[in-house]
Protein backbone atom coordinates (compact mmCIF):
# COMPACT_ATOMS: atom_id res chain seq x y z
CA UNK A 1 0.00 0.00 0.00
CA UNK A 2 1.51 3.38 -0.67
CA UNK A 3 1.89 5.53 1.96
CA UNK A 4 3.60 8.90 3.18
CA UNK A 5 4.97 9.11 6.69
CA UNK A 6 6.24 12.14 8.70
CA UNK A 7 8.57 12.31 11.33
CA UNK A 8 8.60 13.47 14.19
CA UNK A 9 5.06 14.62 14.36
CA UNK A 10 6.04 17.32 16.99
CA UNK A 11 8.88 19.24 17.20
CA UNK A 12 10.14 22.48 19.81
CA UNK A 13 13.04 24.09 18.86
CA UNK A 14 14.93 27.32 19.94
CA UNK A 15 15.28 29.57 17.74
CA UNK A 16 18.59 29.35 16.05
CA UNK A 17 18.29 25.61 16.64
CA UNK A 18 18.40 24.37 12.97
CA UNK A 19 16.94 20.94 12.52
CA UNK A 20 15.32 19.08 10.18
CA UNK A 21 12.14 16.80 8.89
CA UNK A 22 11.34 13.48 7.82
CA UNK A 23 9.39 12.07 5.53
CA UNK A 24 9.71 8.68 3.70
CA UNK A 25 7.56 7.22 1.20
CA UNK A 26 6.20 3.99 -0.10
CA UNK A 27 4.97 4.44 -3.86
CA UNK A 28 4.76 2.82 -6.72
CA UNK A 29 6.12 5.01 -8.89
CA UNK A 30 7.20 8.91 -8.26
CA UNK A 31 5.42 11.74 -10.40
CA UNK A 32 6.55 13.90 -7.69
CA UNK A 33 6.86 15.40 -4.07
CA UNK A 34 5.67 18.07 -2.56
CA UNK A 35 5.99 20.09 0.76
CA UNK A 36 3.63 22.72 2.16
CA UNK A 37 2.85 25.08 5.31
CA UNK A 38 0.05 25.08 6.92
CA UNK A 39 -0.81 28.03 9.49
CA UNK A 40 -3.37 27.10 12.22
CA UNK A 41 -6.93 28.20 10.63
CA UNK A 42 -5.53 28.13 7.19
CA UNK A 43 -5.26 26.23 4.22
CA UNK A 44 -1.61 24.97 3.12
CA UNK A 45 0.18 27.09 1.07
CA UNK A 46 3.34 25.69 -1.35
CA UNK A 47 6.72 25.38 -0.66
CA UNK A 48 8.61 23.53 -2.95
CA UNK A 49 8.69 20.49 -5.91
CA UNK A 50 11.15 17.73 -5.74
CA UNK A 51 10.95 14.92 -8.58
CA UNK A 52 14.63 13.57 -8.79
CA UNK A 53 16.49 12.03 -6.46
CA UNK A 54 19.26 14.46 -5.48
CA UNK A 55 17.33 17.12 -5.99
CA UNK A 56 17.26 20.49 -4.02
CA UNK A 57 15.45 23.57 -3.51
CA UNK A 58 15.88 26.01 -1.46
CA UNK A 59 13.47 29.14 0.09
CA UNK A 60 15.24 31.36 2.43
CA UNK A 61 15.91 29.25 5.77
CA UNK A 62 14.53 26.09 4.47
CA UNK A 63 15.80 23.51 1.92
CA UNK A 64 14.20 20.38 0.85
CA UNK A 65 15.95 17.20 -0.29
CA UNK A 66 14.97 14.16 -2.04
CA UNK A 67 16.34 10.54 -2.07
CA UNK A 68 14.50 7.54 -3.57
CA UNK A 69 13.04 6.66 -0.40
CA UNK A 70 12.19 10.19 1.58
CA UNK A 71 12.73 13.71 1.60
CA UNK A 72 14.40 15.74 4.10
CA UNK A 73 13.60 19.62 4.96
CA UNK A 74 16.33 21.37 6.56
CA UNK A 75 15.25 24.28 8.64
CA UNK A 76 18.68 26.77 9.49
CA UNK A 77 18.41 28.99 12.30
CA UNK A 78 14.47 29.37 12.68
CA UNK A 79 12.44 31.89 13.63
CA UNK A 80 9.46 31.61 15.44
CA UNK A 81 7.47 32.89 12.40
CA UNK A 82 8.76 29.03 10.78
CA UNK A 83 6.53 27.86 13.43
CA UNK A 84 4.00 25.82 11.70
CA UNK A 85 2.52 22.40 10.42
CA UNK A 86 4.91 21.02 7.35
CA UNK A 87 2.96 18.45 5.16
CA UNK A 88 4.50 16.22 2.38
CA UNK A 89 2.53 15.34 -0.04
CA UNK A 90 3.40 12.65 -3.25
CA UNK A 91 1.52 12.36 -6.28
CA UNK A 92 2.06 8.44 -7.34
CA UNK A 93 2.37 7.01 -10.93
CA UNK A 94 -1.18 5.68 -11.15
CA UNK A 95 -2.72 8.23 -13.70
CA UNK A 96 -4.62 10.57 -10.83
CA UNK A 97 -3.93 13.80 -9.94
CA UNK A 98 -4.96 13.27 -6.26
CA UNK A 99 -2.19 13.82 -3.72
CA UNK A 100 -1.53 11.52 -0.43
CA UNK A 101 -0.51 13.52 1.93
CA UNK A 102 1.68 12.47 5.32
CA UNK A 103 -0.04 13.54 8.55
CA UNK A 104 2.58 16.27 9.15
CA UNK A 105 5.18 17.95 11.54
CA UNK A 106 4.02 20.38 14.02
CA UNK A 107 7.05 22.56 14.44
CA UNK A 108 7.06 25.44 17.32
CA UNK A 109 10.31 27.85 17.25
CA UNK A 110 10.21 29.44 20.67
CA UNK A 111 12.14 33.14 20.87
CA UNK B 1 -5.24 39.09 -6.82
CA UNK B 2 -8.27 37.10 -4.69
CA UNK B 3 -7.03 33.84 -3.38
CA UNK B 4 -9.40 30.66 -3.33
CA UNK B 5 -12.45 31.47 -1.01
CA UNK B 6 -14.64 29.20 0.49
CA UNK B 7 -18.46 30.00 2.49
CA UNK B 8 -19.12 29.52 5.22
CA UNK B 9 -16.06 29.28 7.05
CA UNK B 10 -18.05 27.31 9.91
CA UNK B 11 -20.95 25.20 9.74
CA UNK B 12 -22.45 23.57 13.07
CA UNK B 13 -25.24 21.15 11.94
CA UNK B 14 -27.43 18.41 13.49
CA UNK B 15 -27.05 14.74 12.22
CA UNK B 16 -29.06 13.55 9.14
CA UNK B 17 -28.81 17.27 8.12
CA UNK B 18 -27.81 18.07 4.37
CA UNK B 19 -24.91 20.80 4.51
CA UNK B 20 -23.76 22.56 1.18
CA UNK B 21 -20.39 24.16 1.01
CA UNK B 22 -18.90 26.64 -1.55
CA UNK B 23 -15.51 26.63 -3.29
CA UNK B 24 -14.25 29.85 -5.67
CA UNK B 25 -11.42 29.22 -7.19
CA UNK B 26 -8.80 31.70 -8.93
CA UNK B 27 -9.72 33.15 -12.01
CA UNK B 28 -8.39 31.14 -14.62
CA UNK B 29 -7.63 27.55 -12.55
CA UNK B 30 -8.87 24.92 -14.70
CA UNK B 31 -8.39 22.12 -11.90
CA UNK B 32 -10.25 22.25 -8.77
CA UNK B 33 -9.74 19.69 -5.83
CA UNK B 34 -11.55 19.14 -2.50
CA UNK B 35 -9.89 17.60 0.40
CA UNK B 36 -10.76 16.33 4.10
CA UNK B 37 -8.68 16.90 7.17
CA UNK B 38 -9.69 15.76 10.41
CA UNK B 39 -8.07 16.60 13.49
CA UNK B 40 -4.47 15.74 13.73
CA UNK B 41 -4.37 13.24 10.02
CA UNK B 42 -3.39 14.33 6.85
CA UNK B 43 -5.77 15.75 4.14
CA UNK B 44 -7.82 12.55 2.55
CA UNK B 45 -8.33 13.65 -1.22
CA UNK B 46 -12.76 13.38 -2.17
CA UNK B 47 -13.03 14.63 -5.70
CA UNK B 48 -10.84 16.11 -8.71
CA UNK B 49 -12.40 18.55 -11.70
CA UNK B 50 -10.49 19.92 -14.69
CA UNK B 51 -12.14 21.41 -17.33
CA UNK B 52 -14.91 19.91 -19.27
CA UNK B 53 -13.47 16.64 -18.51
CA UNK B 54 -15.10 13.68 -15.91
CA UNK B 55 -14.74 14.00 -12.59
CA UNK B 56 -11.98 11.35 -10.48
CA UNK B 57 -14.89 10.93 -7.68
CA UNK B 58 -12.51 8.01 -6.58
CA UNK B 59 -11.93 9.85 -3.03
CA UNK B 60 -15.22 10.00 -2.12
CA UNK B 61 -16.19 8.35 1.13
CA UNK B 62 -19.99 7.10 0.65
CA UNK B 63 -23.18 7.84 -1.79
CA UNK B 64 -23.85 10.90 1.04
CA UNK B 65 -21.10 12.86 -0.90
CA UNK B 66 -21.36 14.36 -3.98
CA UNK B 67 -19.53 17.65 -5.93
CA UNK B 68 -20.86 20.04 -8.88
CA UNK B 69 -18.87 22.46 -10.42
CA UNK B 70 -20.51 24.60 -12.60
CA UNK B 71 -19.76 26.55 -15.64
CA UNK B 72 -15.93 25.49 -14.90
CA UNK B 73 -15.91 28.13 -12.03
CA UNK B 74 -17.25 27.47 -8.90
CA UNK B 75 -17.68 24.08 -7.03
CA UNK B 76 -20.54 23.28 -4.28
CA UNK B 77 -19.71 20.12 -2.01
CA UNK B 78 -22.70 18.28 -0.16
CA UNK B 79 -23.03 16.22 2.04
CA UNK B 80 -26.36 14.26 2.78
CA UNK B 81 -27.85 12.95 6.03
CA UNK B 82 -24.55 14.12 7.69
CA UNK B 83 -22.88 12.06 10.15
CA UNK B 84 -20.64 12.95 13.36
CA UNK B 85 -17.98 11.34 11.85
CA UNK B 86 -18.15 13.83 9.37
CA UNK B 87 -16.76 16.38 11.21
CA UNK B 88 -13.79 18.05 9.81
CA UNK B 89 -12.14 20.72 7.53
CA UNK B 90 -13.29 20.76 3.87
CA UNK B 91 -10.31 22.39 2.03
CA UNK B 92 -10.74 23.47 -1.41
CA UNK B 93 -7.74 23.69 -3.79
CA UNK B 94 -7.30 24.98 -7.44
CA UNK B 95 -4.54 25.15 -10.09
CA UNK B 96 -3.40 26.11 -13.39
CA UNK B 97 -3.75 22.64 -15.21
CA UNK B 98 -0.25 21.05 -16.00
CA UNK B 99 0.21 17.78 -18.08
CA UNK B 100 3.33 16.87 -15.60
CA UNK B 101 1.87 17.03 -11.92
CA UNK B 102 4.72 17.76 -10.82
CA UNK B 103 4.66 21.18 -12.57
CA UNK B 104 1.07 22.29 -10.84
CA UNK B 105 1.30 23.96 -7.51
CA UNK B 106 -1.85 24.16 -5.78
CA UNK B 107 -4.04 27.03 -4.53
CA UNK B 108 -5.83 26.05 -0.92
CA UNK B 109 -8.47 28.07 0.37
CA UNK B 110 -9.00 28.49 4.22
CA UNK B 111 -11.63 25.28 4.37
CA UNK B 112 -15.00 24.94 5.73
CA UNK B 113 -14.73 23.63 9.58
CA UNK B 114 -18.04 21.67 9.43
CA UNK B 115 -19.34 20.27 12.99
CA UNK B 116 -21.62 18.17 12.91
CA UNK B 117 -23.69 17.67 16.28
Known amino acids: EDQVTQSPEALRLQEGESSS ?22 GPEFLFTLYSA ?30 ATYLCAVAMDTGRRALTFGSGTRLQVQP | G ?11 TEKGKDVELRCDPISGHTALYWYRQSLGQGLEFLIYFQGNSAPDKSGLPSDRFSAER ?9 IQRTQQEDSA ?7 LFSIRVRDEKLFFGSGTQLSVL
Do not use: M
Open chain 2, 2 to 12: AGVSQSPSNKV
Open chain 2, 89 to 95: VYLCASS
Open chain 1, 54 to 83: GEEKEKERLKATLTKKESFLHITAPKPEDS
Open chain 1, 21 to 42: LNCSYTVSGLRGLFWYRQDPGK
Open chain 2, 70 to 78: TGGSVSTLT
